[in-house]
């Protein structure tokens, strides 16, 4: 049977699933097409086990998974999720939940929050041996370096230190037991030294559920944003930012905590962080959150929000990687 591209790479390629595999395969119920072409590729490969769960749409917000699911996942080879929707009052800490049930484990693991269709044909259809290709060529270039520097035409002017930081490189290629990666995939990402930013960034695409119509002007004094500037979604975004605050850790909120390379040439922007970040010829700041292993960073906070920025031009250490928003390795 031929398959969507999506599906292949999903299953052959970024996973990798191989015959005698345990594989748990979560979905929702607006993902049914999802689910039954991704039950039929892998049963054709001859799994030991095949999983599969459904969020039933009569029970949501679901705050937990029922704990046989748990138990299954710390047995598995592979633990696929997907889902269109979540809702993140109530139905973050079953995804906390199920992180904790893979880390107890030895699975290899694909998620995939806020997925649609279109997401599927365009972000999931892309060449991810090419995704992974030029995700490492940024990789190896950021590796063991010190300085970066953005600059764009609409002003921004930000120096961020990243020596002694870990490059991360999410290439989509989810191949080895406890690796856990988003799929759509496509990004090269490192947790910058969190006190030494300094400068303007300009924010001109998107931030998370807002594609932007003005820019967002914010400038960074000892990695912290101390002055927001712009129309209404620069005062969206500071209201945003103020309630953070007043949460546990939120004195943490106003710190930049990462920069981010796009690496995805099928990703778009739509207000979707899933997709945004990954735009080929675009970086993101986020401030925020990155106390965690996969980020490398120090900093907690309540929340966690990439700027997505297009066209820049980023040197490290003097060498131009991307010129204009053209990547040059």
């Known amino acids: 049977m031929d398959y969507p591209r999506w599906v292949e790479n999903i299953v052959d390629v970024c996973l990798a699933i191989q015959p005698g595999e345990k594989v748990l395969l979560i979905t929702d119920e607006p993902m049914a097409v999802m689910r039954q072409l991704l039950t039929e590729r892998i049963a054709a490969i001859g799994p030991a086990e095949l999983w599969a769960y459904t969020v039933p ?9 029922p704990d046989l699911l748990y138990q299954v996942a710390e047995q598995a080879d592979v633990i696929l999720s997907f889902e269109h929707r979540r809702d993140p009052e109530v139905e ?31 972000e999931l259809s892309a060449d991810y041996h090419e995704i992974a290709a030029l995700t490492n060529r940024l990789g ?16 921004t002017d930000l120096e961020l230190a990243i020596q002694g930081r870990s490059i991360k490189r999410d290439t989509g290629m989810i191949h080895t037991p406890r690796k856990m990666g988003n799929l759509p995939a496509g990004e090269c990402y490192v947790a910058p030294l969190e006190d030494q930013t300094n400068g303007v960034f300009v924010v001109d695409k998107s931030y998370p559920g807002m594609l932007l119509n003005q820019p967002i002007y914010l400038t ?48 778009r922007l739509q207000g979707n962080v899933l997709t945004d970040e990954k735009v080929m010829g ?38 131009t990687l991307i010129k204009n928003g053209q990547y040059l390795v």
């Open 140 to 155: 190896d270039r950021l590796e063991g370096r010190a300085s970066v520097r953005i600059t764009t035409a609409l002003g």
């Open 282 to 319: 675009t970086v993101h700041i986020a401030i925020g959150h990155n106390a965690l292993a996969s980020y490398g960073g120090q900093n907690s906070a309540p929340i966690h929000l990439d700027g997505v920025i297009g066209e820049p031009t980023l040197v490290v250490d003097g060498e």
């Open 92 to 122: 973050t800490p079953r995804a906390l939940e199920m992180f904790q049930a893979f880390e107890r484990g030895q699975a290899r693991f694909a998620t995939g929050p806020m997925i649609d269709h279109s997401i599927l044909d365009h």
């Open 220 to 267: 960074v004094e000892r990695g912290r944003v101390v002055q927001i500037e712009g129309g209404a979604e620069a005062n969206q975004l500071r209201a945003i930012i103020q309630d953070a605050e007043r949460k546990p850790h939120g004195e943490g909120s106003r710190v930049v905590c990462e920069l981010g390379i796009g690496t995805n040439p099928n990703a």
């Open 57 to 65: 749409d009569a029970v949501r917000p679901l705050p937990h998974y």
